[in-house]
């Protein structure tokens, strides 16, 4: 399994901004899908943004849609997530995963789930 180290969490007030990034400890993660969930106090674990291996596919749920933007650069093994207009209802432990299986579409995060996870980072908005 591939290891990933997710930071860059902290807290910023409600139209704020913080980039995520999540570093993989083997040069294989750039075969894989990875993408960034979040889990808030007492809601399920959901998927917050996805992208394919070299970086040409993208997911977003709706309402990350606009305001965030995943992207990777594979020569540093990291995949980072921009979080622009942040919302309260954004407060969350933010991780990152990689796929299971190589060369998967983004859209694939969403439906499969990944086996290596990050240890997470807290994002916290204020309103």
């Known amino acids: 399994q591939v290891q990933l180290v997710e930071s860059g969490g902290g807290l910023v007030q409600a139209g704020g901004s913080l980039r995520l990034s999540c570093v993989a400890s083997?040069?294989?993660?750039?075969?894989?899908?990875m993408g960034w969930f979040r889990q808030a106090p007492g809601k399920e674990r959901e998927l917050v943004a996805a992208?394919?291996?070299?970086?040409?596919?993208?997911y977003y749920a709706d309402s990350m849609k606009g305001r965030f933007t995943i992207s990777r650069d594979n020569t540093k093994n990291t995949v980072y997530l921009q979080m622009n207009s942040l919302k309260p209802e954004d407060t969350a432990v933010y991780y990152c995963?990689?796929?299971?299986?190589?060369?998967?579409?983004?859209?694939?995060?969403?439906?499969?789930?990944?086996?290596?996870w990050g240890q997470g980072t807290q994002v916290t908005v204020s309103s």
């Open positions: 995963a990689a796929d299971r299986v190589a060369f998967r579409s983004a859209q694939t995060m969403g439906v499969v789930t990944p086996t290596s």
């Open positions: 083997e040069r294989t993660f750039s075969i894989y899908a």
């Open positions: 992208i394919n291996w070299n970086g040409d596919n993208t």
